[in-house]
């Protein structure tokens, strides 16, 4: 009678040679190579919480302060609902044009910095610009602008423009990277040139994501359009900022409550423009 695979002992079971193999070339999952770095994982966790002064014992003590000072903002005063809204209409405006431009400079700046479609003499130095792009706050590009073209919504515009255009830039040419090669060689088997492989190979398989990017920095851009306007850019953060100033915790309060609405509904927006589109 044949034996149930229940009644089977583990020491009777023999593994094909292949399965050997196999097992044979299996890494173990804790060796002193792992164990090293996780030490080090902690140890950097423990220095960046030193540096970072970090104390939940503090943000407990002073959370009955922190309460008492969030009643301050209740209730919102929507008295000048009208002012905020147009506010936030031009905070909207400054994402969409920060976003478009941004985007529109992104694909050939994209391409430039892809390692599987140019070289390395051009792709290095452009990525060192995209960093340059990424790590300047658009609070910064904005002090920059208001000095060239002056106080409003058209120096956030730019500050969004050219600190969305290095984050883009960036997510278009990981993307780019990740495609795959047959479309692409195919198209060069027919003697197509560099231009055309790009336009009829590479781009169609990245327009989904660069279209999911994009919308995303969109939703992103218009919570930065907010902030921009402390530093003279326009927008809702100007009427924000001078409340805060003021100590008018209703009005920053009802001005909060319009940003969540519209973000919420960018958001909702987006995500029905990505079914449609990706």
Same mark, same amino acid.
């Given at each position: 009678?044949?034996?149930?695979?229940?009644?089977?002992?583990?020491?009777? %079971?023999?593994?094909?040679?292949?399965?050997?193999?196999?097992?044979?070339?299996?890494?173990?999952?804790?060796?002193?190579?792992?164990?090293? =770095?996780?030490? +080090?994982?902690?140890?950097?966790?423990?220095?960046?919480?030193?540096?970072?002064?970090?104390?939940?014992?503090?943000?407990?003590?002073?959370?009955?302060?922190? #309460?008492?000072?969030?009643?301050? =903002?209740?209730?919102? !005063?929507?008295? !000048?609902?009208?002012? =905020?809204?147009?506010?936030?209409?031009?905070?909207?405006?400054?994402?969409?044009?920060?976003?478009?431009?941004?985007?529109?400079?992104?694909?050939?700046?994209?391409?430039?910095?892809?390692?599987?479609?140019?070289?390395?003499?051009?792709?290095?130095?452009?990525?060192?610009?995209?960093?340059?792009?990424? #790590?300047?706050?658009?609070?910064?590009?904005?002090?920059?602008?208001?000095?060239?073209?002056?106080?409003?919504?058209? #120096?956030?515009?730019?500050?969004?423009?050219?600190?969305?255009?290095?984050?883009?830039?960036?997510?278009?040419?990981?993307?780019?990277?990740?495609?795959?090669?047959?479309? *692409?060689?195919?198209?060069?088997?027919?003697?197509?040139?560099?231009?055309?492989?790009?336009?009829?190979?590479?781009?169609?398989? *990245?327009?989904?994501?660069?279209?999911?990017?994009? +919308?995303?920095?969109?939703?992103? !851009? *218009?919570?930065?359009?907010?902030?921009?306007?402390? *530093?003279?850019?326009?927008?809702?953060?100007?009427? +924000?900022?001078?409340?805060?100033?003021?100590?008018?915790?209703?009005?920053?309060?009802?001005?909060?409550?319009?940003?969540?609405?519209?973000? #919420? %509904?960018?958001?909702? +927006?987006?995500?029905? %423009?990505?079914?449609?589109?990706?």
């Amino acid at each position: 009678m044949t034996e149930s695979p229940a009644s089977i002992h583990p020491d009777q %079971l023999v593994a094909s040679p292949a399965a050997r193999d196999l097992l044979a070339q299996e890494r173990p999952r804790i060796t002193p190579v792992r164990i090293g =770095y996780l030490a +080090l994982a902690i140890a950097v966790l423990i220095y960046a919480g030193h540096l970072s002064d970090l104390s939940f014992v503090e943000l407990f003590q002073g959370s009955g302060t922190m #309460a008492e000072y969030v009643t301050r =903002y209740f209730p919102p !005063n929507f008295s !000048n609902w009208r002012s =905020y809204l147009q506010d936030t209409l031009e905070t909207v405006a400054m994402g969409i044009w920060g976003t478009l431009l941004s985007a529109i400079l992104a694909v050939p700046l994209s391409i430039l910095a892809s390692s599987n479609i140019c070289p390395a003499w051009v792709v290095f130095p452009v990525r060192r610009l995209l960093d340059t792009m990424r #790590a300047i706050n658009e609070v910064v590009f904005a002090l920059i602008f208001v000095v060239a073209v002056g106080l409003g919504p058209f #120096a956030g515009v730019l500050a969004l423009f050219v600190h969305t255009a290095g984050i883009l830039a960036k997510l278009f040419s990981e993307a780019i990277e990740s495609i795959e090669v047959g479309p *692409v060689e195919g198209i060069r088997a027919t003697g197509a040139s560099k231009i055309q492989e790009i336009v009829f190979g590479v781009i169609p398989q *990245v327009v989904p994501l660069w279209t999911s990017f994009t +919308l995303y920095r969109f939703e992103s !851009n *218009v919570r930065s359009a907010a902030v921009l306007g402390i *530093v003279g850019a326009g927008g809702i953060g100007v009427s +924000l900022y001078q409340s805060f100033r003021a100590f008018k915790y209703q009005d920053v309060c009802a001005i909060m409550i319009i940003l969540i609405v519209t973000v #919420a %509904l960018i958001d909702t +927006l987006s995500a029905k %423009l990505r079914q449609h589109l990706v």
